[in-house]
T-cell receptor, first 115, second 116 residues
Framework: EPEVTQTPSHQVTQMGQEVILRCVPI?????FYWYRQILGQKVEFLVS????????KSEIFDDQFSVERPDGSNFTLKIRSTKLEDSAMYFC?????????????FGQGTRLTVV | AQTVTQSQPEMSVQEAETVTLSCTYD???????LFWYKQPPSRQMILVIR??????QNATENRFSVNFQKAAKSFSLKISDSQLGDAAMYFC?????????????FGTGTSLTVIP
């Protein structure tokens, strides 16, 4: 069964450094998302991406964050100048189309620890 | 903005018994979709069941069923004949039907323990 894959599973970085979280969505999916989950808190929406551009973003997704789909398969989240409060589990998701009844398929997550 | 509330941070159930996980949501919209996702220890979230708000009939998927009360904005998940593999974090999620590709709004989750 096709699935969303994320790498790395765990990333430790020093405060102020840049990190890139990688995701390979399901191949025939067109809509991509990044969510994050700070430990013990709810899963929060960061950004959605469609047709090679950001479709929607939350207030969390400020200039520190960026996304791109560099090669038609990978979908990356870049976090510049990481802060301690960026420590969280980051989930990538994809969905087949834009219809809102369509489920999103989630990856297993990347645990980011900023020290 | 829409909010989703799961008031039970932890629940436990005896194997083979039935458990109900609660979820309430707040929205001014009339057309939307509701989902229950399961997040096992491996951390990949898996869709358990989905409900269209315009449907009065409660969704059912094998041992999983929902009690959807639109007026009360309640969407509980019932797991019958609980199995050890049901142990996971369960998230309730809301998605608007008004704008395509809208984000999911998640609750804080309920951690379900299944006791052998």
């Amino acid at each position: 069964e096709p699935e969303v894959t994320q790498t790395p599973s765990h990333q430790v970085t020093q405060m102020g450094q840049e990190v890139i979280l990688r995701c390979v969505p399901i191949s025939n999916h067109l809509y991509f998302y990044w969510y994050r989950q700070i430990l013990g808190q709810k899963v929060e929406f960061l950004v959605s991406f469609y047709n090679n551009e950001i479709s929607e973003k939350s207030e969390i997704f400020d200039d520190q964050f960026s996304v791109e789909r560099p090669d038609g398969s990978n979908f990356t989240l870049k976090i510049r100048s990481t802060k301690l409060e960026d420590s969280a589990m980051y989930f990538c998701a994809s969905s087949r189309d834009r219809r809102t009844n369509t489920e999103a398929f989630f990856g297993q997550g990347t645990r980011l620890t900023v020290v | 903005a829409q909010t989703v509330t799961q008031s039970q941070p932890e629940m436990s159930v005896q194997e083979a018994e039935t458990v109900t996980l609660s979820c309430t949501y707040d929205t001014s919209e009339s057309d939307y979709y509701l989902f229950w996702y399961k997040q096992p220890p491996s951390r990949q979230m898996i869709l358990v069941i989905r409900q269209e708000a315009y449907k009065q009939q409660n969704a059912t998927e094998n041992r999983f069923s929902v009690n959807f009360q639109k007026a009360a904005k309640s969407f509980s998940l019932k797991i019958s004949d609980s199995q050890l593999g049901d142990a996971a974090m369960y998230f309730c999620a809301y998605r608007s039907a008004l704008n395509t590709g809208n984000q999911f709004y998640f609750g804080t989750g309920t951690s379900l323990t299944v006791i052998p």
